[in-house]
């Protein structure tokens, strides 16, 4: 089974600075995808960015981006010039690219790093 | 397009009870599935449909059951409550396709089970 593994129980960075998050995974597998999730005080989650692990060219959208080293299993996320509204928790979490048949299909969460933007 | 609805959106259940949470979702997803949130957890996969007549199991699957007997809804059935399942409940849908297919989550239901 995959875990995921968030060693951060809790960020503070001031707004307009860049804040990384960490995030280890353990697979045996070599197709898969990766995945950030913000969930603010509302309870929604939101996807942020995605990741195949296929592609060695690291995904990024807008201000978030990410660090992929897939030898070293690990899948950081990136938020530049920070604002107030980035202030949730944030979820990595990961997906098999196999076709399961008989076993579970969906995503593996980590616990999660609480981000709190200082203004 | 609603996306992901979730009803109710919070429940107080006494030990025992039953009750059925609901998902629906007009995205023509063939992929639904059911998490848990508890506190300082990631979500927990619960279980899961590949598309109408077919489930099957997540992670933590006992005290629950489910059925998909149209593409649109996936219920969750919680047969006699108990106060371990007291949680946050998200349902969650996607395209079936291979692929990075983002999961379109519902506002969640907070159910308390005393």
Redesign the interface.
Known sequence: AQTVTQSQPEMSVQEAETVTLSCTYDTSESDYYLFWYKQPPSRQMILVIRQEAYKQQNATENRFSVNFQKAAKSFSLKISDSQLGDAAMYFCAYRSAAWSGGGADGLTFGKGTHLIIQP | NAGVTQTPKFQVLKTGQSMTLQCAQDMNHE?M?W?RQDP??????IH?S?GAGIT????VPNGYNVSRSTTEDFPLRLLSAAPSQTS?Y?C?SSYRD???N??F?G??TRLTVL
């Open positions: 992929y599935s998490y300082g957890m990631g979500l927990r996969l899961y590949v099957d199991q997540g992670e946050v998200f969650a291979r692929g990075a983002e999961q989550f506002p969640g």
